[in-house]
């Protein structure tokens, strides 16, 4: 029997039939925290509200040929553009919700297929900074979970969308430490969460 794998996309939380599954993003979360702790929130919220849109672009574009982009983002959509003129993109899956059938976590590969045909995960950010220390334990989590359902990865890469048209990519040497390291530190804070709840509810009933 299939099993389904189900986004919200308001919350982002997934769910495999009914059971919520942590995602990528949650369990890289002690990372971003350190990196974008001292940001203000509006402006972590611009910044994502624009990744959101440059995402939807590219998605249409690279699933219809075509697409309609607002004058701020177009430059994005132009980057974009030029990094397919270069490279020979080959997308098996573009934005492919999937999860990790053992270690229980889910996320959305931008894209797995063929790069100069060389069989690689590409992630797409619109960021000023690409941090490579988030990116590697983000993409190797990733490699992980595409892995296990039996895909072929050779390379992981990250590419920045430029607000000048530009573009820049960059091949992400996969790091199983940082990777383990993240699920283990969710893991034993997801435990004491579910502790402190049971004591907590305990406690009101006694």
């Not at 039939?17 to 890289?28: A, F, H, K």
């Not at 000048?164 to 199983?176: A, N, Q, T, W």
């Amino acid at each position: 029997m299939a099993r389904i794998l189900s986004l919200n996309e308001e919350s982002h939380v997934y769910a495999l039939d009914g059971e919520e599954l942590p995602s990528v993003s949650e369990i890289t979360r002690f990372i971003s925290r350190e990196l974008y702790n001292d940001i203000p929130q509006y402006t972590l919220e611009r910044a994502a509200d624009r990744g959101t849109n440059v995402h939807k672009l590219t998605e249409a574009l690279d699933k219809y040929g075509s697409c309609e982009a607002d004058e701020d983002l177009l430059p994005y959509l132009q980057a974009y553009v030029e990094f397919r003129k270069k490279y020979k993109c080959e997308w098996e899956h573009i934005e492919k919700a999937m999860y990790h059938p053992d270690l229980r976590y889910a996320g959305t590969l931008d894209r797995f297929g063929t790069m100069d045909g060389e069989n690689v995960i590409l992630d797409i950010k619109t960021t000023s900074q690409i941090h490579t220390v988030s990116v590697t334990a983000q993409l190797t989590l990733y490699q992980m979970m595409a892995e296990a359902n039996g895909m072929k990865v050779d390379a992981l890469y990250v590419i920045q969308l430029k607000k000048d048209g530009k573009y820049s990519l960059k091949e992400i040497v996969p790091d199983r430490d940082l990777a383990d390291a993240c699920l283990i530190l969710h893991s034993r804070l997801t435990k004491r969460k579910r502790k402190n709840k049971q004591n907590l509810s305990q406690g009101e009933e006694s």
